[in-house]
Structure formats: C-alpha cells, structure tokens
C-alpha cells in the first residue's frame, strides 16, 4: 500500500540548398537559440544561414563555434523565406536542425533516478508554441529531470518553441508518450507522487508535502487537466490567489509550483 512521502568550405555561400522550403520543424532561429543549441548539441544542426551584414559580437563568436564544429555556415539567409519566418525575429541566423532527440520513458526513468530528488513535468494538452517554449525554459533552469508530452496533444517542438525557450530546448530531456494516463500510472509504480495543477483544489502548493520523487501534471490552457489523466493524480494542487483571479497562464503557473517544489526539497536536503 503506498503511503504519503558537393563540398564547400565553411563560409561559402551556395543558393542551391535553399530551394527547397523547409518546415517549422526543420529550423531553429535567433542568435541566442542558434548559439545555445551549437555549444551544447552541434551534431543536431546541419548547417546555419547567417546575414553577415548584421555583424555583432554575438554573431562572430557563433561563427567562430560553428568552425570549430565543422559545421556549413552561409553568408545569406535562404530564400526565399518561409511564411512562418517573414515576421519572425530570426536576428539573421536561421540553423537547419535535426528532429529534436527524445527519450524513451524507460530512458528518462534511468537518467532521472541518478539525481536524489528527481521532478518529472508533465505537460497535458499544452497547444501554445510560446507557452511550451516558456515553460522548458522554466523547467531548465529549475533542474527538472525531464519533460513528458502527449504524441497527439501537444504544440510541436518547432523553431518557435526553441526561440522562446532561449535555447534551453538543447538542455532538458523530453519524452513523448502515447498515454499519459498509463505514463503516470507506471510513474507511481516508480515511486513517484504524482501532483496535478487544478485551480478548484481547496489544497495549496504551500501546504503539501514534495518530498521524495515528484511527478508534476500541467494541464492545457482554459481547460486544464483531462479528467482521466487527473484520476491518476495523488493529490490535485493549487496556487494560492487574490479572490479576484482564478486561475494564472500555463507558463507562469508551471514556474510558480516548480520553484516551490525545488524550496521544498533543497531544504529537506
């Protein structure tokens, strides 16, 4: 019973490999997501567009790293740019990368268990690219263990998410699963306190116990929680608010719990 605790050289600009149009997903973009992704992941990009009249700092020291990768750069932006990047802020570097790495539920499990309190995220129906951008780069720089994603519900790991993230989509582990509800059932099975967000809950974030491995459930914007994913939660928690807000945005609702699960646990240490 469970109980409560044809070769180039780098820099030689070529238009051929610009035809063809990629997707969402086949590009990340801006100085700070572009760099963050070469220093920490280089053998997921395949080569980077950068508009070398846009000198700075920040740009030569990409270029420089991208070198030392061996890693194609081109002094032009591809064109002619996709629709999903006329408006962006892409700074004049755009990286062609590869599908973003993902890790079985049995690889997360094994890497989370070296840490001695290890935090899953689960994110439920998250449909918001800048919200799921947001909340990975909230969950980066709390030190959670993992992300897990719905295969079916979920914004896709896109350009857009990575911008948002400031680059920190290259620094946490992601797991893509096909039923939470089974996901969370073998969690507990794991050893893991499953927690799930739910603003009716009469019981808060600073009257509960996040001791031991926690399992952390976000629901989606506006509806929250599926009802069969919310049946797998232990406990169903809240944050605390003025009588006249209901509820906090996704992002910053996920930065709120975590942090007091990250007090909770660092002073139990």
């Known amino acids: 019973m469970r109980k409560r605790q044809p070769t180039r050289k780098a820099g030689q600009a070529t238009h051929n490999s610009h035809k063809k149009i990629p997707k969402a997903s086949d590009l990340i973009w801006g100085i700070n997501s572009v760099f963050e992704f070469l220093k920490n992941t280089p053998d997921q990009i395949f080569e980077i567009s950068i508009e070398l009249s846009k000198k700075s700092p920040k740009i030569d020291k990409l270029v420089e790293l991208a070198k030392q990768c061996n890693i194609k750069i081109h002094s032009t932006l591809p064109l002619p740019l996709p629709q999903f990047l006329q408006d962006a802020n892409h700074q004049g570097v755009i990286a062609k990368v590869k599908p973003c790495k993902t890790l079985s539920l049995n690889e997360l499990k094994t890497k989370a268990s070296r840490q001695k309190y290890p935090v899953l995220l689960v994110l439920d129906s998250i449909q918001d690219q800048h919200n799921l951008g947001a909340i990975i780069r909230t969950a980066s720089a709390a030190g959670v263990a993992g992300i897990i994603l719905p295969k ?20 946490i582990d992601i797991c893509m699963v096909t039923n939470l509800t089974s996901t969370l059932l073998e969690l507990k099975n794991e050893g893991y306190w499953i927690y799930g967000a739910d603003v009716g809950s009469p019981q808060t974030i600073y009257r509960s116990d996040f001791s031991g491995p926690i399992c952390l459930v976000i629901g989606g914007e ?10 797998q939660c232990d406990f169903l928690i809240t944050i605390p608010m003025h009588k006249n807000l209901d509820s906090l945005n996704a992002s910053v609702a996920t930065a709120v719990i975590l942090f007091e699960i990250i007090r909770q646990q660092q002073y139990n240490i």
């Open 222 to 231: 506006g509806k929250g929680i599926r009802p069969l994913v919310k049946k």
């Open 152 to 171: 079916d519900r979920s914004a896709p790991l896109t350009g857009t998410t990575a911008k948002v993230s400031a680059g920190t989509l290259s620094l």
